[in-house]
């Protein structure tokens, strides 16, 4: 029967989109075919099997579904008039789809359809579009039963493709059922649309070797395919009951494989070779496939190839030995070595396997096996030939052998191993199992320990790991700077209180209570002057371990201050420990003792007074979250209301005049957004720049203040607006730069002085905002771009360039007229916190501002030393986990335990982890639980007092360090 094709629509078509057409109703119709699946002629109305038909296989523009049923309901027309022929003839197609499949070379191309699979004891889930494999003569086959063309012949009909189409209802049904082992199946006609069929692009190949036309005969079979008899068999491998269920598996396997485009040859055999074993129960399966089938499964029956083998390819070899004795190289290589590479590698892994498998016990329960492979034939090529991969998977697939062979740890396969140790020994050894044609140089068997050392390394560090896990603090195990730093706290601590106790003048609170403002803003280089506030060390800080690693020294006569970084360190041996010490120079410095006050007269004062007498002055908090910069900048907000008021009543009286003070306050979140602090609407506030390079904040509130009172209550109003989050480091983090900004005004305006506060956002590293959200995460890059910008524009103007790159972020366009003018003036007041899990932070912080007063070529490392541990970390304090195995045995003759049957394995580590049920068993001849129970219960309560001891021990130390300051 053939279908002829119009005309006017070309093949290139085909090519091109040959699935262009899509039926909308496709669901819709899977559906209907779920519901009316009980009668299935239902919904085979002719109008409705034209409508589908043309829907399908005309192939062209896409149709809309009007257009597809208005043609459809024409084309049954005119048929009928024209023709007065039957349903089955007007509804036949007008195209010769085999003839076109033949021109286009696509007859042996593999197809993909989606078909409505619905079980009987289907669940709503199950009820979903599957895909299946089909060829071009599957869909001409089915198009042929659409139209009740009985005469089609059955022989252009694929085996497998027909095994799983071949309809167990009647002929005429719009749709076929098959059986499988849930129920049967129902393949929906109506589904059978080009765009239903996806092209395999790799199953040519797969379909030439395959498919076996159910007209040839087995020879024939096996001379088209290009295989040998063997692996036609493959086709119809696993006959077991399991077919129906395993046929399900292989198909969604296919599925997968078609979606990608990839389909595994392993997945259609198996697809395949179920689906022929499934139809096999099929009264209505054709005598000439029947013979077919029974022709490959007694080639597959006396095939010597491993079932298992066959239905799953093997994958990659487990921990086996290196039985190939090959180059490495070629062991790699395996499976994409040329077949006659195969062959000699088989000849020599079969045969020496035996050898060996002989001589090991271990392996002796597997002789079978060993005998079957070597009796494979050697002439066996490709697929057949037996590879290292290949045996192993066998050992995987067959049940019957022995698992606990291929589980057994690698000492199990000691024994091969040892042999390998003399090349002479190893030639005479195997010269009397092979052949001896080639060179003794060529035959000599180098230990190849592909598997054998790379398992034996996995173990090797897998102990190793251990090791370190149990030896604890005195084992080499590896830390994290911050882990070591704590972990190794007290000695490194010790090692920093002996070098103040040698450096006196460190963190002596001096603070620079001698010197007037003036001087510090004296060293001040370009009106840019940078300072350093160190915070205290909180108590819960000292508790989980962490000591001061920040030192200050501010009393020196140069023109700036020192700040020290102790930088503890651990040698990579994970044992040494390393001191670096490196010093940072500062215009001045605030050790943990400074006061508000202090700040506020040394740093601030000398601002505000140049802002009173008509100066640009600027006020910039800086450092990483949590080191107190909200807190620095209250103290000075709050001196500050006062002291400017006060310097401008002075200025006011001299000039009898009177300055009005107006106040502006924003937050600049992220690089863009800038907010007004003193409205409660969210205002947008835009940052213009005027002419005379000023800077205006359009859209923001400007709040006259009159008294600092008022000054204060606004401030005060404005921080409450402020974003804050709890951040790990700190409960009311500021996620945002607080802009606070104080404009006065002389009476007649000529004159004006701007005082600008600025409380930057804290700047975070990674390890800070690694558990952040997405949101927090992108804060804070956006936090560290504009303190980066910021620091670009100060070493411009440090280096007095032409050009400030101020439009760099919000935070540098309003620092405009600071940055631009020389005479203004500006003071960042880094701070930094001193316990040492912040050391990155407090030196990244410490550099940076250095770097922006330029004095950075001043930052000194000394020579890193080693610390010696101290005693402090007093060995009687040791807890129990950390105990060796003679400190165990000490203790326990102490508590007069004599009972307890130590080996040399049994240490603290070992014991602690005992439950007292293991104690019973492993340390108790008698196996006496309350025994047990009592070493468990003095393990932990001395476990309990050396931790209390410990505590106090760390608290007195911290005393002590206070006490020397
Ligand atoms: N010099 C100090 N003396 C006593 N406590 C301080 C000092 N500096 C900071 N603190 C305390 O440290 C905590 C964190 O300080 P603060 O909120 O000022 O940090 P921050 O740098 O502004 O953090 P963020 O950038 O996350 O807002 C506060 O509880 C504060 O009281």
Redo the contacts with the bound molecule.
């Keep these: 029967m053939f279908i002829r094709m119009p005309k006017q629509k070309s093949k290139f078509r085909i090519l091109r989109n040959p699935f262009k057409i899509k039926s909308k109703n496709a669901d819709k119709n899977h559906y209907q075919t779920l519901k009316k699946k009980s009668n299935p002629d239902m919904h085979t109305s002719p109008s409705q099997k034209n409508r589908r038909l043309l829907g399908s296989i005309v192939l062209g523009r896409r149709k809309t579904s009007l257009e597809k049923y208005h043609d459809a309901k024409n084309s049954s027309e005119n048929n009928k008039e024209n023709n007065g022929s039957t349903d089955q003839e007007s509804s036949s197609p007008e195209f010769d789809l085999e003839e076109q499949s033949l021109k286009l070379n696509m007859k042996s191309a593999v197809f993909t359809t989606k078909v409505a699979l619905t079980s009987n004891r289907a669940t709503e889930r199950s009820k979903e579009l599957r895909k299946i494999p089909m060829t071009c003569s599957d869909l001409q086959y089915l198009l042929n039963r659409e139209n009740n063309s009985a005469d089609v012949p059955p022989t252009s009909v694929s085996t497998a493709s027909n095994d799983l189409l071949s309809p167990t209802s009647a002929a005429s049904s719009s749709s076929t059922s098959f059986r499988g082992r849930r129920g049967s199946y129902t393949m929906k006609y109506s589904s059978l649309t080009e765009k239903n069929f996806i092209k395999v692009p790799s199953a040519k190949t797969i379909s030439d070797r395959l498919y076996v036309p159910s007209s040839a005969s087995s020879s024939e079979c096996a001379s088209s395919t290009g295989l040998p008899l063997s692996s036609g068999a493959e086709s119809c491998s696993n006959t077991d009951d399991n077919n129906a269920a395993d046929f399900c598996r292989g198909s969604r396997n296919v599925n997968r494989g078609g979606d990608r485009a990839g389909a595994r040859k392993g997945d259609f055999t198996r697809k395949y070779s179920v689906g022929s074993a499934l139809y096999g129960r099929d009264a209505s399966l054709s005598p000439e496939t029947i013979q077919i089938m029974e022709e490959v499964e007694n080639a597959y029956m006396s095939s010597p190839i491993p079932s298992g083998y066959l239905s799953s390819p093997p994958k990659k070899s487990p921990a086996i030995p290196d039985i190939s004795m090959g180059r490495r190289r070629d062991a790699e290589r395996g499976k994409r070595h040329s077949a006659k590479s195969n062959v000699r590698k088989m000849n020599i892994d079969a045969s020496s396997l035996l050898a060996r498998v002989k001589k090991s016990d271990e392996l002796k329960s597997n002789h079978d096996i060993s005998l079957r492979l070597c009796d494979a034939p050697i002439k066996n090529v490709g697929r057949n030939a037996l590879t290292a991969d290949m045996i192993s998977s066998n050992r995987k697939t067959n049940d019957h052998i022995d698992r606990t062979t291929l589980s057994a740890p690698i000492e199990s396969f000691e024994e091969p191993h040892l042999e390998w140790k003399s090349p002479a020994d190893r030639y005479q050894s195997s010269s009397d199992e092979r052949s001896s044609t080639r060179s003794p140089r060529s035959q000599v068997l180098r230990p190849n320990p592909l598997h054998w050392q790379s398992n034996g390394r996995k173990q090797q560090r897998n102990l190793r790991l251990r090791d370190a896990k149990t030896k604890g603090v005195d084992g080499r195990q590896n830390l994290d700077k911050r882990t070591a730093r704590l972990r190794f706290g007290d000695t490194f601590a010790n090692d920093i209180l002996q070098h103040r106790a040698k450096c006196p003048h460190l963190n002596d609170a001096s603070n620079h209570s001698d010197i007037v403002g003036s001087v510090i803003q004296d060293r001040a280089m370009n009106g840019v002057s940078v300072a350093i ?1 160190k ?2 060390i909180f108590d819960y800080e000292i508790d989980r371990g962490d000591f001061d690693i920040v030192s200050i020294n501010n009393t020196t006569e140069s023109s700036h201050d020192v700040c020290i970084v102790h930088n503890c360190v651990m040698h990579p041996d994970m044992k040494q420990m390393i001191m670096k010490l490196t010093n940072f120079p500062v215009t001045a410095a605030f050790d ?1 003792h400074c006061l508000d006050d202090d700040i506020y007269r040394h740093l601030a004062e000398p601002l505000v007074n140049n802002a009173a007498n008509d100066g640009i002055s600027t006020i910039l908090m800086y ?1 990483q ?8 900048m209250s103290g000075i907000e709050l001196r500050t209301a006062r002291g400017l008021f006060r310097a401008m009543q002075g200025i006011d009286k001299q000039a009898s005049g009177k300055h009005t003070v107006t106040m502006q306050f924003v937050e600049l979140c992220g690089s863009k957004e800038c907010r007004d602090l003193l409205s409660s609407s969210s205002v947008d506030v835009k940052v213009l720049d005027s002419n005379d390079g000023s800077v205006q904040l359009a859209n923001a509130t400007s709040l006259e203040i009159s008294t600092p009172d008022d000054l204060l209550k606004a401030i005060n109003v404005a921080k409450g607006r402020r974003a804050t989050e709890a ?1 790990d ?2 409960g ?3 996620r945002s730069h607080a802009v606070c900004q104080l404009q006065m005004k002389s009476a007649d305006e000529r004159n004006r002085g701007v005082l600008t506060l600025i ?1 930057c ?2 700047s975070e590293r990674r390890h800070d905002s690694m558990y952040h959200s997405s949101e927090r995460q992108r804060e804070s890059a956006e936090i560290n771009a504009s303190l980066w910008s910021l620091k670009e524009c100060i070493r411009a103007r440090a280096n007095k360039s032409t050009r400030i790159p101020y439009r760099g972020s919000t935070l540098t366009r309003i620092l405009r007229e600071t940055l631009e003018r020389d005479d203004a003036k500006l003071c960042i007041i880094g ?1 930094v916190a001193p316990n040492a899990t912040d050391t990155e932070h407090t030196m990244e912080t410490l550099k940076t501002i250095s770097g922006i007063a330029g004095i950075d070529v001043n930052i000194v490392e000394e020579k890193a030393r080693t610390v010696i541990r101290s005693e402090i970390q007093s060995k009687t304090h040791t807890l129990p986990k950390q105990w060796s195995h003679e400190h165990l045995l000490k203790f326990l003759a102490q508590k007069k335990m004599n009972t307890v049957k130590l080996s040399q394995k049994h240490d603290g580590a070992a014991l602690m982890k005992m439950s007292i049920a293991q104690m019973k068993v492993h340390l108790f001849d008698d196996r006496n639980k309350d025994k047990a129970k009592d070493l468990f219960n003095l393990l932990r309560k001395e476990n309990d007092r050396l931790n209390k001891l410990q505590r106090e021990d760390r608290m007195s130390m911290v005393k002590e360090r206070k006490g020397i300051r």
């Design positions: 506030r915070r205290p943990e450092g979250t949590g080191c107190g910069k909200s807190f620095t951040t480091k700190n009311v983090s500021s409380d956002a804290g701070c």
